[in-house]
C-alpha cells in the first residue's frame, strides 16, 4: 500500500539523519524531496507545495524546543500531522440513523462500486450487527446484477432485483420498501457507471437521490487512478453532493495521488479504503493510521483490533493451558494458522506491524505462504499430531511422500516447530503469560517456505 511513496519520503527524511538542529538549509534539502516525491505520488503541485510549506513553516517555528527529540524524528513527526490533516484529520463514520438507513453508492464503471457494495454488506453485517439489502440498479452492464447476486450469497445477505426493469428510480424505491416489509434495516443501493462523465449518468444519479433521499451517499474511487479520480469525484459532488468518499484497489500499484489529495479537494471524508479481493477486506479510513503507514511506523491499533476479531477466548484458555504442561501439538499449531488466515490479506497484515514494512517490501508475500506447513501437518495421523514426540525417521518419510515435500522439508518444520514449542514453554512460566495470539516461529516458518 502506497510503498513507492513511503520509500521516497523516508529517502527525504534521511537527510535530516545525523544533523544537530534543524536549519534553513537541511529543512529546504528535506523540504524539496518530500515534494518530489507527493508530485511522483500524483499529488497536484499545488496541493504539494501548500503541503512543503507548512511542514517548513512549522519545522523552522519549532526552535528545536523538544530537547529529547532528534531533528529527524521531529520532522517525521512534523510531517506525519500535516499527512493526518491533509487526509481529513479524523475518521469519519457512517450515518446509520433512518429506518430504514439508506446508502446510495456512485462512480464510475471499473471503479468497483458492486464490489464495495458486497463489501459494505459483509462489514454492517458483522461489524454493526445490521441486516443490510443489496439493491440492483445498474440496469445497464449485463453481468451487473448477477455479480451482486453472487456477492449478496456469499456474504449471506438477500438482493433486491428486476431483471426486466430499465427504471432505477422504482427499482430503489420498491427495494425501500421491500426491506422495510422484510425487517432490513440498511439499504445499500448500487448503481450503474459510465466509462467517462457524461449528463445521462448524472442525471440518472441525481433522480435516484431525489427520489430515496439517502441517509449516506458514498462515492467509489479508483484509488490507482490518482489525481484523475479525484477531479472526477469533484465533478460528481458537484452534482449530487456526496457524503464521503470510497478509495478501493488500495492493495494494488496506488501511487497516493487520490488517497492525499481528495479530501483537500472536494472537501468530503475518505470514509472506507479497500484492501484486497476478500469480502471481509474493508477497512474504516483513519487519516492518521494511514499517515503511520506511509511513514513506514505500520499500523499496530488495526493490527490489534484485526486479532481480536478472530480471538477465540475459550480456545486461548485450553491453549494457555496445553502451553504450560508443554503439551502444544500440530493440532494446536494448525488452529493459529487459521486465525491468522482470517485476519486477511498476509502482507497487508504484515505492514501493519511496526517495522515489518520494510522488511516485506520487496518480498513476495501470497496468502497461500502457509500452505507447505498445512500439507506436512494434514499427512500426519491424528496420533501423530496430537503426539509429536511420536515423529521417528519412518514416520517422517512416509509424511514426506505424503505431502509431496522433500525429507529435509519435513525435518526442517519440526525442527523449528519444537523450538517455537520450547520457548512458548519457557514463556509460559513467566509473571502474566497469557496465550490466544498466533505463536511466535510461525512467520519464519513461513518465510521458509520455499
Known amino acids: 500500500m502506497l510503498e513507492s511513496l513511503s520509500e521516497r519520503l523516508e529517502g527525504a527524511l534521511k537527510v535530516l539523519k545525523g544533523e544537530n ?37 512549522k519545522a523552522l517555528g519549532s526552535d528545536n524546543v523538544l530537547k529529547a527529540v532528534s531533528p529527524g524524528q521531529l520532522m517525521i513527526k512534523i510531517v ?41 454488506a459483509h462489514w454492517l453485517k458483522t461489524q454493526k450487527k445490521k441486516s443490510p439489502l443489496l439493491v440492483a440498479c445498474d440496469v ?18 438477500p438482493v433486491y432485483k428486476e431483471p426486466e426493469s430499465k427504471n432505477p428510480v422504482q427499482i430503489a424505491l420498491k427495494a425501500i420498501q421491500y426491506a422495510i416489509e422484510h425487517k432490513c434495516d440498511v439499504v445499500i443501493v448500487d448503481t450503474a457507471g459510465r466509462l467517462a462523465i457524461d449528463e445521462e449518468m448524472m442525471a440518472e444519479i441525481k433522480n435516484i437521490k431525489e427520489a ?19 477531479n472526477t469525484a469533484q465533478v460528481f459532488n458537484e452534482t449530487i453532493n456526496f457524503d464521503g468518499v470510497v478509495l478501493t484497489k488500495m492493495d494494488g500499484d496506488t501511487r497516493g495521488g487520490a488517497a492525499l489529495s481528495v479530501k483537500y479537494t472536494v472537501g468530503k471524508p475518505i470514509k472506507f479504503a479497500s484492501t ?13 493510521r494511514m499517515a503511520q503507514r506511509i511513514l513506514g511506523m505500520g499500523d499496530i491499533v ?16 485450553k491453549l494457555e493451558k496445553k502451553i504450560q504442561k508443554n503439551k502444544f501439538d500440530f493440532n ?42 498445512e500439507a506436512i501437518i494434514q499427512s500426519m495421523t491424528p496420533k501423530e499430531r496430537t503426539n509429536p514426540d ?49 505463536p511466535a516461529g510461525a512467520g519464519g516458518m513461513m518465510k521458509r517456505r520455499r
Not at 481480536?308 to 484458555?317: C, I, P, R
Open 80 to 120: 506525519m500531522d500535516e499527512l493526518t490533516d491533509l487526509m481529513g484529520g479524523q475518521a469519519a463514520g457512517l450515518n446509520l440513523a433512518g429506518k430504514p438507513t439508506v446508502i446510495l453508492i456512485a462512480g464510475l464503471q471499473g471503479s468497483g462500486k458492486t464490489t464495495f457494495s458486497g463489501k459494505l
Open 140 to 157: 445497464y452492464r449485463p453481468a451487473a446484477m448477477d455479480q451482486l447476486t453472487v456477492l449478496a450469497e456469499q456474504v449471506g445477505v
Open 332 to 373: 494446536d499449531f494448525m488452529a493459529q494458522i487459521n486465525q491468522i488466515k482470517k485476519m486477511g490479506d498476509l502482507k497487508s497484515i504484515m505492514g501493519m506491524i511496526p517495522g515489518m514494512d520494510k522488511l516485506t517490501r520487496n518480498v513476495e508475500i501470497d496468502n497461500n505462504a502457509f500452505k507447505k506447513v
Open 276 to 288: 484486497g479481493e476478500k469480502m471481509d477486506a474493508l477497512e474504516l479510513f483513519y487519516p492518521d
Open 21 to 57: 538542529k534543524l536549519t534553513e538549509i537541511n529543512v529546504a534539502a528535506s523540504i524539496k524531496e518530500i515534494r518530489r516525491a507527493l508530485v511522483d505520488a500524483d499529488v497536484s503541485y499545488k496541493i504539494a507545495k501548500e503541503f512543503t510549506d507548512r511542514v517548513k513553516e
Open 390 to 438: 511420536l515423529l521417528n525417521m519412518s514416520r517422517k518419510q512416509r509424511i514426506a511422500k505424503g505431502c509431496g515435500r522433500t525429507l529435509n522439508d519435513v525435518n526442517m518444520f519440526i525442527k523449528q516447530f519444537e523450538q517455537m514449542r520450547k520457548m512458548m514453554h519457557n514463556m509460559s512460566k513467566m509473571p502474566g503469560f497469557g496465550a490466544g495470539a498466533p
Open 302 to 317: 488495526s493490527f490489534v483490533e484485526k486479532a481480536q476479531e478472530q480471538f477465540d477466548e475459550e480456545l486461548a484458555k
Open 212 to 230: 430515496i433521499l439517502p441517509q449516506e451517499t458514498l462515492f467509489v474511487v479508483d484509488a490507482m487512478t490518482g489525481q484523475d479520480a479525484v
